[in-house]
């Protein structure tokens, strides 16, 4: 990366990433560890915030830096060989130094570019990783489905029902009909997401959480909705989206869009290319980037194979004629 790549990210942070994933492809030349130095130098308050927050990883990091030293491979899945056969790169040492100096505890709090779970995502009961499914039985009614990136903990169980809290990503809940003759407690299903919370006895709902907005769709059955700002009943195809301020007005949708994920397929409508990329990136190990806001504004209307996305890249650049630029990673730039 030279300096007008490094110049053309405003946000410090945004820059660090830039560098952190050119340091940690072993690649960089010893020019751009000089340039690494001096960017260093140029944000000192971006050096000071990675050390202020150095804490409980300090031995973890340490430990790392001397795997590497004695293992010049080990990053990348390789055997083990002697420190003396594959000496640092200048790349890998300005990283393990930039670790060790700056503050890894932050890289592993706040991932760049959310290239690796945070140490926060670990925390929850039930977790997905990037491009995993995850099925979670409560009961012999009650499942649910977790899609990709998705947490979710179990809250306190209660007489009446099961409770639930989306984190973060993506679910649907499944509270299916007792079986005929069935004799006994049939708890209902309880879903918290921010100031939202969703109850069901007997529905299909799925339920999407990314920062602060959520977005819930009644696929079949009845979902009562209780929000500080409103409380209604959802329908059959029914779909609210809400945040921690407001509740927006009660919209129909097409249920077979929502859940094509479970098919293994991504459906967009008439939607920004930018929203395509964001949805994407939920699926995709690494990161496609948007560098051009204008291309963003393209909308789609298309189907693309969960297990098929990287060829999607391919055929974005041919349909807008956009550049695009392979990063270590599987870092990709569209421009």
Excluded at 55 to 65: K, M, N, P, Q, V
Excluded at 89 to 116: D, I, N
Excluded at 243 to 263: A, C, E, I, L, Q
């Amino acid at each position: 990366m030279n300096k007008a790549d490094a110049d053309t990210a405003t946000d410090v942070h945004a820059q660090a990433s830039a560098w952190l994933v050119r340091l940690r492809s072993g690649d960089a030349s010893a020019d751009e560890t000089q340039a690494f130095e001096q960017w260093c130098e140029a944000n000192p308050q971006t050096a000071q915030l990675l050390r202020d927050t150095w804490t409980s990883l300090r031995g973890a990091a340490a430990e790392l830096a001397e795997e590497e030293r004695a293992n010049g491979t080990a990053w990348r899945g390789e055997p083990k060989r002697r420190a003396t056969a594959h000496p640092l790169r200048p790349g890998r040492r300005a990283f393990v130094g930039f670790a060790l100096a700056a503050g890894a505890s932050w890289l592993a709090l706040k991932p760049p570019m959310q290239l690796w779970p945070a140490l926060g995502d670990f925390a929850a009961d039930w977790r997905t990783g990037t491009g995993e499914r995850r099925r979670v039985v409560l009961s012999d009614r009650v499942a649910i489905e977790m899609n990709t990136q998705t947490r979710m903990d179990k809250l306190a169980l209660q007489d009446t029902m099961h409770s639930v809290e989306l984190v973060a990503g993506e679910a649907e809940i499944v509270a299916a009909q007792p079986p005929a003759g069935y004799i006994g407690p049939m708890r209902a299903v309880s879903v918290m997401a921010g100031k939202g919370r969703l109850q069901a006895q007997v529905a299909r709902f799925d339920i999407k959480r990314t920062d602060d907005q959520v977005c819930v769709t009644c696929i079949s059955g009845t979902v009562a909705f209780e929000h500080p700002r409103r409380k209604l009943t959802l329908q059959p195809s029914q779909q609210i989206v809400y945040d921690d301020r407001d509740v927006h007005p009660v919209t129909d949708v097409d249920p077979g869009v929502v859940t094509s994920w479970r098919r293994g397929v991504l459906v967009f409508n008439g939607v920004p290319l930018s929203q395509v990329v964001d949805e994407i990136n939920r699926y995709r190990p690494g990161k496609i980037i948007l560098r051009n806001a204008s291309l963003g504004d393209n909308r789609i209307q298309a189907q693309f194979p969960i297990a098929k996305l990287d060829d999607v890249v391919g055929m974005l650049g041919k349909l807008y004629g956009a550049h695009i630029t392979q990063l270590p990673g599987n870092i990709v730039l569209l421009s």
